[in-house]
Every structure is written in C-alpha cells, then in structure tokens.
C-alpha cells in the first residue's frame, strides 16, 4: 500500500514557476513507477510527466517538454515536478500517481496506475 500526499500548489503569474512535491509513504517506493497527472475545469485528466523506478528515465507530454522536469529522491520518498515558464492553460489540479509495474513504453504513461494522491490547485493568471 502507498499513500501519496502533494504539496506546492498555489497561484502564480504567466511565465512564473511553481514546484510541486508528493511524498509517499511505504518501504518499497522505490519499486514504483511515479507521475504527475492534471485535470483542468470541464476536461478529462491528462497524463503530464513520469520518471523510472531508478530515476534514470523520464517522459513528458509534449504540451509541457522543455518546460516541467520531473525527478524523483527514493531516499526521501519524493517526487517533485519543476514548473517554469508556466501559461494559464497549465491551470489544473495536479495529481500524483505511482504504478507497480516496470517501465515500458506502455507504462510510462501511469494508464494504469495503482495510487493517487488527492490533488494540489495550480492557478496560473494572464
């Protein structure tokens, strides 16, 4: 069982940074696959970024490249999504997500994951 806890949310101007933090509880967190996924008002939940049990291998959605990083501390139990250069369509609840599962071209993208947290708001304004 993981329970995953985010934080760092908050309300930021257009081309400002935010980093979001998720700490899990749970020895074997370092055997999951970790995420970060959004839902913005009235649209389904969008897959945004993911990282490797080892943290050697990252994957991002194409609407956030160059932008967010991902990256994960298996000794803290934490992952953490960096958020630079950020526009009001990046406004959304961010959810955090782990999968059991070892990466693979299909996996990366958490369709399937086994824990999420609650969400954290993230507001950006023009």
């Known amino acids: 069982q993981v329970q995953l806890v985010e934080s760092g949310g908050g309300l930021v101007q257009a081309g400002g940074s935010l980093r979001l933090s998720c700490a899990a509880s749970?020895?074997?967190?370092?055997?999951?696959?970790l995420g970060w996924f959004r839902q913005a008002p009235g649209k389904e939940r969008e897959f945004v970024a993911s990282?490797?049990?080892?943290?050697?291998?990252?994957y991002y959605a194409n609407s956030v490249k160059g932008r967010f990083t991902i990256s994960r501390d298996n000794a803290k139990n934490t992952v953490r999504l960096q958020m630079n250069s950020l526009k009001p369509e990046d406004t959304a609840v961010y959810y955090c997500?782990?999968?059991?599962?070892?990466?693979?071209?299909?996996?990366?993208?958490?369709?399937?994951?086994?824990?999420w947290g609650q969400g954290t708001q993230v507001t950006v304004s023009s």
């Open positions: 990282i490797s049990q080892s943290g050697t291998i990252t």
């Open positions: 749970g020895r074997t967190f370092s055997s999951y696959l």
């Open positions: 997500a782990a999968d059991g599962t070892n990466w693979s071209a299909v996996s990366r993208t958490l369709y399937e994951a086994d824990y």
